[in-house]
Nanobody
Framework: QVQLVESGGELVQPGGSLRLSCAAS????????MGWYRQAPGKQRELVADITSGGTTNYADSVKGRFTISRDNAKNTVALQMNSLKPEDTAVYYC??????????????WGQGTQVTVSS
């Protein structure tokens, strides 16, 4: 069994910064893409950013230039540095990972979510 555990969400003022972290643990042969998604009240879950095992990144237009995703393949972790936060960034942020659970099988896993609130 694989678990993803997120941390770092909290209340922050507009213009502030936060760093979210996510660690994967369990029986892991390797991890393909890792990413961060978010879901605001009354809205669908959306991709914020993702990163391949080789380090190629992809960002939602709404966060380009403000957020940076990074990962440590040796530690099976992914982080999201969020700068210049706006009230519209308020959401529950979820970590996602495409985990290789054997030499031939892979499966998608989600964290439990961490609340980010941007408000004065």
């Amino acid at each position: 069994q694989v678990q993803l555990v997120e941390s770092g969400g909290e209340l922050v003022q507009p213009g502030g910064s936060l760093r979210l972290s996510c660690a994967a643990s369990g029986i892991i042969f390797g991890i393909n893409a890792m990413g961060w998604y978010r879901q605001a009240p009354g809205k669908q879950r959306e991709l914020v950013a993702d990163i391949t095992s080789g380090g190629t990144t992809n960002y939602a237009d709404s966060v380009k230039g403000r957020f940076t995703i990074s990962r440590d393949n040796a530690k099976n972790t992914v982080a999201l540095q969020m700068n210049s936060l706006k009230p519209e960034d308020t959401a529950v942020y979820y970590c996602n990972a495409d985990v290789r659970i054997s030499t031939i099988r892979h499966r998608d896993y989600w964290g439990q979510g961490t609340q980010v609130t941007v408000s004065s």
